[in-house]
């Protein structure tokens, strides 16, 4: 598996409108644009860093995943996502690895980023997503 850099990190928040200000007008970091992933129930907007980015994830509903992250855990860092050479064959090695899998196979992320994630249960306790562009 090669890991090629921190592709971004994943905040959850409960309003973009409003998150957005602290890393646009305040830390002074261009806005990329929104985009809404229906079957995740949630809008990612993105702000690159260099050759990573900030990601802020806003729940399009009550029962979504971001909606029931930030009801336990209030906002806050979400994930860490780690840009890979070849997903399908990162994914493979962790499974021989013993590593618990939330996606054994890669969905369509924001973007049209092939992404899974791992279970915090195997990484000390951060969600880790993989992504490949
Ligand atoms: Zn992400």
Not at 9 to 38: P, Q, Y
Not at 56 to 67: K, N, R
Not at 96 to 122: C, T, V, Y
Request: proline fraction near 4%; glycine fraction near 10%; include cysteine.
């Amino acid at each position: 598996m090669k890991i090629l850099k921190i592709d971004h990190l994943g905040i959850a928040v409960n309003n973009i409108e409003n998150g957005k200000k602290f890393w646009t007008d305040v830390l002074g970091l261009d806005f990329e644009g929104s985009e809404t992933v229906a079957e995740q129930k949630v809008t990612t907007a993105f702000f690159p860093v260099g050759e990573s980015e900030v990601e802020l994830l806003e729940s399009t509903a009550p029962d979504g995943p971001i909606a029931k992250y930030i009801e336990k855990r209030g906002e806050g860092l979400q994930h860490i996502a780690f840009r890979v050479e070849n997903i399908e064959e990162a994914l493979e090695e962790l499974k021989e690895k013993g590593i618990r899998l939330i996606d054994e196979k890669p969905r369509k992320g924001a973007g049209g980023a092939k992404i899974a994630f791992l279970h915090p249960k195997s990484t000390s306790g951060i969600l880790v997503e993989l992504c490949e562009r």
